[in-house]
């Protein structure tokens, strides 16, 4: 039995489906210095800065979202790449299982980070996998795992 899954929003739609399993959602943890950082996924768009048009771009694709976003969330529910449709995620199924200290930490400043965009999210992603992997696999108990990962990314946290 695992009893942490290092997971994020778009997770509600997989999981709220699974009949035998009680799971509630809990923040990442924070760095030794009290901070917190959330990484998001945003729908994948971009707009070239070769772009010849570059405000018709960004409008098509905030019209786009607008539009279909109330979908995406019926199906795979997930922070919104636009603030103003975060009242989207905001609902009772989020809300009873624990997403509600997410979004309040996504509506201050400063704490969102896009994966990828620096090499500490995914060597700590990898640090905790690896363990992971070793417990899905029957070779290592989730308490140990947990008791090799938990050093290794509190180090990665406190670098600079």
Known sequence: MVSMYLGNAWDVGSLSGAQDLQWKAVLSPTANDGTRVWYTHFQCWAISSQAKAPDTAWQYIRD??????????????TIPGIKELLPSFDNETTRNLGYQPLIDLVTQPGVMRIPGGGAKWDKISG?????????????????????????QVDEELART
């Open 127 to 151: 640090l905790i996998q690896a363990e992971l992997d070793l417990v899905f696999a029957g070779e290592k108990s989730a308490a140990d795992a947990a008791a090799t990962a938990c050093p």
């Open 64 to 77: 786009f979202v607008f539009e279909y976003e109330p979908e995406v969330q019926s199906i795979a529910p």
